[in-house]
Structure formats: C-alpha cells, structure tokens
C-alpha cells in the first residue's frame, strides 16, 4: 500500500514538474519609441524582449511561459486591463524568442476562455438564440480556430442539415426546454444529440 502510495505521488509530481512554467514580466516603455511606434521592453531573471503594443502598453500583465518542447515556442501573454474588459475582451498571444529578444504577436483568445489539460482553450458564449463553443488551439506560431464548433440553439429557428455534404436542411426551432445541438462546419449546422451540448448549458 506504501509502496502505491509513493507511486502515485512520484507521477504526480512529475506531471507538475513536466507542466510549463510561468514568469510575471516587468515591462517599460522603449528608448526608442516614437509618437507613432511604441515599443515595450519585458522582462525577467531569465531574458529580455522587445515587442510592440501601443494599445495597451505596460497597463497590460504580461505572462512569459516556457515551452514544453522544441517544436513550440516560449509564450507572452498580454492580458486585458481593467478599461479593456468585456464581453470581447482579448488575451493577446506572442510567440518569444530567448535568442532574438524579440516577441511576435500569432493571435487570440477570448478572455473568459477556460484552458484545458492538451494546452488549448474553451470559450463558451451566448449571443442572440444560440449559446457557442469555441476551441482555440495553439500550434507553432499560430493560433487557430478549430473549424467543428459547437453552438445550443435555445430561442429561434436555425437550417439545419443532418450530414456534413449534401441533402435539404431543415428549419429547426430550440428552446431552453427543448434545445438543439448542432456542429458548426463554416455556414453549415450539423444535427448532433444534445448530449454533445450538454455542458454548455449549465454556463448560464
């Protein structure tokens, strides 16, 4: 049982110790900013960078994570001040380089969006009769969008098909009782079983 016990312990601290590790960056206005060019300098213990934000500037918290692998690069994310926060509020991602000192802004996030254990991220959000989820996935130096989101029709009628080519689509009308479920493939709505939405609806 001992011997269990110390097992369990020992993969969980190496799945903390694998985890990547995060450094609060002290940021400061550029020398060489201009009227028209702000530049920000961050930086910690372990290196400096050199990027450009004019709109949020050193308001922003800026976050520096190690990379996990050498087929990723380290990350700075620039979160939303308190004048930026809302419904659209953003986390701005860079990808950095220790080498360069320089930071390259790849993309987005909602920033309500919730991070999962693969490292990508979940964003769920009602706008009009639909409540939506998004995945967010970052790969090398992009950030992508995966295509097949989710949306919970719960007010209003939606075309909605039952394969992802071909056939008619079918006027389908949800409500909070009785909602509809469908995957998202650019303008097309794919019938799913609403228990694929499930956790979506316990958002709000």
């Known amino acids: 049982m001992i011997r269990l016990i ?3 312990l020992f993969a969980y601290t190496a799945s903390v110790v694998a985890g990547p590790i995060e450094y609060q960056l002290l940021c400061k206005i550029s020398d060489q900013s ?10 910690f213990e372990g290196g400096a960078f050199a990027i450009e934000n004019p709109d949020r ?8 994570r190690t990379s996990l692998n050498e ?4 990350l700075i994310f620039s979160y939303p001040t308190s004048e930026d926060m809302g419904l659209n509020s953003q986390i701005m991602i860079f990808a950095a380089s220790i080498k360069d000192g320089s930071a390259e802004y790849i993309g987005s996030v909602p920033a309500g969006a919730s991070e999962l254990q693969d490292g990508s991220y979940k964003d769920i959000q009602q706008s009009g009769g639909s409540i939506y ?5 970052i790969e090398g130096r992009e950030v992508l969008t995966l295509t097949s989101g989710k949306e919970l029709i719960i007010s209003g009628e939606q075309c909605v098909y039952k394969e992802k080519s071909g056939g008619v689509c079918k006027k389908m009308r949800g409500s909070f009782k009785n909602p509809v479920c469908v995957f998202n493939y650019g303008s097309r709505k794919i019938l799913a079983n609403v ?4 956790d979506m609806s316990r958002e709000f």
């Open 34 to 43: 201009t009227d028209s060019k702000v530049g920000l300098i961050l930086s």
């Open 195 to 198: 228990q694929e939405c499930s």
């Open 133 to 137: 989820e998004s995945i967010y996935r």
């Open 71 to 74: 087929s990723s690069a380290p």
């Open 57 to 64: 500037g050193c308001k922003s918290d800026y976050v520096y």
């Open 6 to 8: 110390i097992a369990l």
